[in-house]
Nanobody, 121 residues
Framework: QVQLVESGGGLVQAGGSLRLSCAASGSFFSINAMAWYRQPPGSRRELVALVTRDGSATYVDSVKGRFTISRDNAKNTVSLQMKNLKPDDTSVYYC???????????????WGQGTQVTVSS
């Protein structure tokens, strides 16, 4: 079984910074793309940032220049550095990983439990 455990959420004032981290554990072959999503209250879950295994990153337009996604393939971790936070960034943030299971062939998406980020104005 694969588990994703997130940490680093909290309450911060507008203009502040937070760093989210996510660690994958369990038995698997490898991890392809890793990503962060968020889901504000009453809204659909949206992709915030994604990083491929080779380090290529993409971002939703609203966070470009403020958020940075990174990963450590040796530790099976992914992080999201968030700067100049805005009240609109308030949401539950979820870690996502495309995991190749032990057979080395099948890929499944796994999710973390979510961590709350609240930005006050």
């Amino acid at each position: 079984q694969v588990q994703l455990v997130e940490s680093g959420g909290g309450l911060v004032q507008a203009g502040g910074s937070l760093r989210l981290s996510c660690a994958a554990s369990g038995s698997f072959f490898s991890i392809n793309a890793m990503a962060w999503y968020r889901q504000p209250p009453g809204s659909r879950r949206e992709l915030v940032a994604l990083v491929t295994r080779d380090g290529s990153a993409t971002y939703v337009d609203s966070v470009k220049g403020r958020f940075t996604i990174s990963r450590d393939n040796a530790k099976n971790t992914v992080s999201l550095q968030m700067k100049n936070l805005k009240p609109d960034d308030t949401s539950v943030y979820y870690c996502n990983a495309a995991v190749v299971v032990a057979n080395g062939r099948d890929e499944y998406a796994f999710w973390g439990q979510g961590t709350q980020v609240t930005v006050s104005s």
